[in-house]
């Protein structure tokens, strides 16, 4: 039996961890008017209790806590092959900061000082990206090669094994596979996956192709190629006969 069209929409859950009890409380407050379920921690290892325990659909996540910074909580779920999305709050502002915050496994950066609308915003639009991809397909399965991505099981497959993908390789890799065959500058990729451009800065684009590499690559014959001076594409070797298209 369907369920009623009047019924409202699940609402997310947001945990914020943020050890400065003002912002705490400004965050968790603009949350809930925004219609979030919202829960919040004072400490990395709490936030990890949390976690466990509550399974939010996103983490607003302070970089310096008291115990274990913010990138070291999000290292640690990704090891754990936890892939809750992850919007680090900081004051460290250089752009080598925010790729290593992007680098440990994070999926947005927000500086202190900032708007709380901003903040909102980010928040919908990580949720979006991370929740999304699936609408508008009749098939949700996307092939390439051995290669299988699932857009409503959210699950990667290569060779008929599954490989964990976090939420930003995971649109790393549907962006690359929805254009199968085509080079993709690196600019391209920043906006597409990132939506919006880290001042300029493309590194963040090789680090993330680099862990990509390491998960998808590691079986013959190699996919993830790059083409020097523009960016990347997703294709069979060049000496490879009949090398397919892209299709469901």
Excluded at 81 to 105: K, N
Excluded at 129 to 144: A, K, L
Aim: with cysteine; glycine share 8%.
């Amino acid at each position: 039996m369907s369920e009623p069209d009047h019924l409202p929409p699940a609402r997310h859950t947001v945990l914020v961890v943020e050890d400065d009890q003002s912002i705490r409380f400004l965050l968790t407050s603009a949350l809930r008017v925004g219609g979030f379920e919202v829960c919040s921690a004072e400490t990395g290892r709490s936030a990890l209790r949390e976690i466990e325990r509550l399974g939010p659909d996103l983490i607003i996540l302070d970089v310096m806590l008291p115990d274990l910074d913010g990138f070291a909580v999000t290292r640690q779920l990704r090891a754990t092959g936890v892939y809750t999305p992850v919007v680090f709050l900081t004051a460290l502002t250089e752009v080598g900061d925010r790729i290593a915050g992007l680098s440990s496994g994070g999926d947005d950066y927000v500086t202190k000082p900032f708007h709380v609308e901003e903040v909102l915003l980010r928040v919908r639009a990580v949720l979006r990206r991370t929740g999304g991809m699936e609408q508008g397909r009749s098939d949700p399965v996307r092939r390439f090669a051995d290669l299988e991505l699932d857009t409503a099981a959210y699950e990667v497959h290569r060779a008929g094994e599954y490989i964990p993908l976090s939420p930003t390789e995971f649109r790393l890799l549907a962006c690359l596979l929805a254009r199968a065959n085509q080079v993709l500058g690196k600019a391209e990729i920043l906006q597409e996956v990132w939506h919006h451009d880290f001042a300029g800065d493309s590194r963040i684009v090789d680090t993330y192709v680099k862990y990509l590499r390491r998960k998808i690559d590691r079986f013959d014959p190699p996919l993830i190629h790059t083409v020097r001076g523009v960016g990347y594409c997703l294709r069979l070797p060049r000496e490879q006969p009949g090398n397919p298209r892209t299709g469901t």
